[in-house]
C-alpha cells in the first residue's frame, strides 16, 4: 500500500508509518526528562526522517527489499538517535541540533567488526544499511 | 572546629580515587525507557552541556533507592547500574568522584555520592554504554 512518496516514488507502509509515529518527539517539551534537557525542533526532525527516506529508498532501490524502519529517539542536547538492530549487528546514527554538524554513527557486531564516522545526511548512504544487513 | 550544623562551613568531602570494581547507579527517566523499560541510547549523555559529566552516584555513599529518590519525580525514573571498570575501557572514559555540597541551592543539593564520567558520549560510546548496564530498579516497580 502506498501511504507516502518521496521524489514521487512510494515508501512503503511500514516505513512510512514508523517515520510519521515519530513526529511525537515534537511533542516533548523542555526539560522533558526532569534534567534540563531541549525540546526538539522540527528541523532537527525532519532532517532525521528524511535521511532515512533516502537512504531507505536508496537501498530498495538497489537491492529490491524494504529496511526495517529505526527506532527514531530522543537524543542528547536536542539531536535525534536513529537506532537499528537486526540478530547480528546494531547501528546508532545521530543527528545533531545544528544543521551544519554531520551526522555522528556507529556500527557494532563483533570486536572485529565496527564501522564509524560521520555521515553527510544529504547523501543517501544505503552502503551502512548493507552493512547493517550483511 | 567547625560547626557541623553551620552551612557556611563546608563539610570535608574529598574526592576519593574511585576502584575499578566500584558500582555506579544512575537515573534514567520515564521518558528515556521504551516499552520494555530499557533505556535509550540517549539515556546515556552528559549533562546539561556535552563538556560536563554523565551524572551518577557511586554505590559507597548511596543506595539505588537514594539515588531514585534525588529525582524531582522519583516514581517517574528508572535506576542502573554501571561496574566502573566497564566504564573506563570505553573510550575517552573517566570516572571522577565529584560530591556535590550546595545547601543554599533551590532546592538544596547535597551529594557525597556524585560522580561524573567524563568524556565525549558519541554514538560509540553510548552503544557500548547500552552493552554494560544493568537495571537495578524498573520505573514501572516504583509505581
Redo the contacts between chains.
Keep these: 500500500m502506498v501511504v507516502e512518496t518521496i521524489h514521487q516514488i512510494p515508501l512503503n507502509q511500514t516505513l512510512a508509518e514508523a517515520l510519521r509515529a515519530s513526529r511525537r518527539i515534537l511533542d516533548?517539551p523542555d526539560d522533558?526528562?526532569?534534567?534540563?534537557?531541549p525540546s526538539f525542533r522540527e528541523t532537527t526532525w525532519r532532517r532525521a526522517t528524511e535521511f532515512v527516506k533516502l537512504a531507505a529508498l536508496a537501498f530498495q532501490q538497489r537491492f529490491g527489499v524494504w529496511i526495517e524502519p529505526p527506532?527514531i529517539?530522543?537524543?542528547?542536547?536536542g539531536?535525534i538517535?536513529l537506532?537499528w538492530r537486526t540478530a547480528e549487528r546494531?547501528l546508532?546514527?545521530?543527528i545533531p541540533e545544528r544543521a551544519e554538524n554531520p551526522a555522528?554513527?556507529?556500527g557494532?557486531g563483533d570486536a572485529q567488526d565496527?564501522v564509524?564516522g560521520k555521515l553527510n545526511t544529504a547523501l543517501p548512504n544505503e552502503w551502512i544499511l548493507l552493512w547493517l544487513t550483511r | 572546629m567547625a560547626d557541623p550544623i553551620n552551612h557556611e562551613t563546608p563539610p570535608v568531602w574529598a574526592k576519593e580515587p574511585i576502584p575499578d570494581d566500584a558500582l555506579l547507579f544512575m537515573r534514567v527517566?520515564k521518558?528515556?525507557l521504551?516499552a520494555d523499560g530499557e533505556p535509550?541510547?540517549?539515556a546515556f549523555?552528559?549533562?546539561?552541556?556535552?563538556t560536563d559529566g554523565m551524572?551518577t552516584d557511586w554505590k559507597k555513599y548511596s543506595s539505588p533507592e537514594a539515588c531514585r529518590n534525588r529525582?524531582?519525580?522519583p516514581h517517574?525514573n528508572a535506576v542502573i547500574q554501571l561496574k566502573v571498570e566497564d566504564v573506563r575501557q570505553i573510550p575517552e572514559q573517566t570516572v571522577v568522584h565529584t560530591p556535590i555540597y550546595q545547601p543554599d541551592a533551590e532546592p538544596p543539593n547535597i551529594n557525597r555520592a556524585h560522580t561524573d564520567v567524563y568524556g565525549e558520549?558519541?554514538?560509540?560510546v553510548?552503544?557500548k554504554l547500552m552493552r554494560i548496564y544493568r537495571m537495578v530498579i524498573r520505573q514501572k516497580e516504583l509505581v
Excluded at chain 1, 522533558?32 to 534537557?37: A, K, L, N, P, R
Excluded at chain 2, 549523555?45 to 556535552?50: A, D, E, G, L, T
Design positions: 516533548l522533558w526528562d526532569e534534567e534540563g534537557s527506532r529517539l530522543p537524543g542528547p542536547e539531536s538517535d537506532h546494531e546508532l546514527i545521530n555522528d554513527y556507529y557494532t565496527a564509524k | 527517566h521518558n528515556q521504551d535509550f541510547p540517549g549523555r552528559n549533562r546539561p552541556q556535552s551524572s529525582a524531582r519525580n517517574d558520549k558519541d554514538a560509540e553510548r552503544l
